[in-house]
């Protein structure tokens, strides 16, 4: 008898388990994942760069610098996570994110993880990954050397990592893209110049061809002209001796 009941009870719990197996698994379905990444895939990420105050670079450096990163489109359905750092709805403004400033070196990519939010069907599901390249911020391309300079100058780059290069080398670097810039300016003038002697030859060719071309003609002309006079002449000749 009491192998009866332990055989039932093992049975009705077999059966129960299965049941709360098969209706975890069946609620986050295909179809219903795909909704909620439809809505993942309106999250949108933007950074942009943030001038340091006089207070930031008083208690940091003049070479540290901040990036304002703002994320749209988000929704109760999902929570972000970007590093140890969990970012849900409540802590958006009507679903916009933005972050304080981050104080980095550039030069890297910030991995945006998007999850499906614990009140729906597919909780803690991942649903989509965003990946965000932060640049450099080179200082020195603010600068009243660099005005007007950012591509002549390597130095003067926006996106350059110059956080080991000193007020010295910054001078010796900037010295080296005037020279540079000097250089390349001399040659794109002597270049100039070989272009428009080639091009008076150029042009002093297609006149000698066409002047040419014209004389040709006028021979032509004139010697056939010749030949009809003397045809002529000829043909009056033998009707007088005629």
Known sequence: MKKKYFLL????????????VNAATDTCTTEIKKEYQTIADQVEVKIKFRQPTQQELRDYDSLYYSYDLTINNISTDIYLVIGTDVITYDR?????????????????????????????????????????????????????ECKGHTEEYPICKRDLDVYDISETRFQELLKEGEAKAKEKAKEETEDKKDNAIINVLKYCGIVIVVIAIIALCVIVIDNRNKAKKRAKIDLEVKKWKS
């Open 9 to 20: 009870i093992s049975i009705l719990f077999v059966v129960f388990f299965n049941i709360n």
């Open 92 to 144: 958006t403004k009507n679903g916009t994110f933005t972050s304080e400033s981050y104080y980095k070196t550039g030069g890297y990519t910030s991995q945006i993880e998007i999850y499906a939010a614990s009140n729906t069907k597919c909780k803690g599901t991942l649903l989509n990954t965003i990946k965000q390249y932060v640049p450099f911020y080179n200082p020195y391309s603010d600068r009243d």
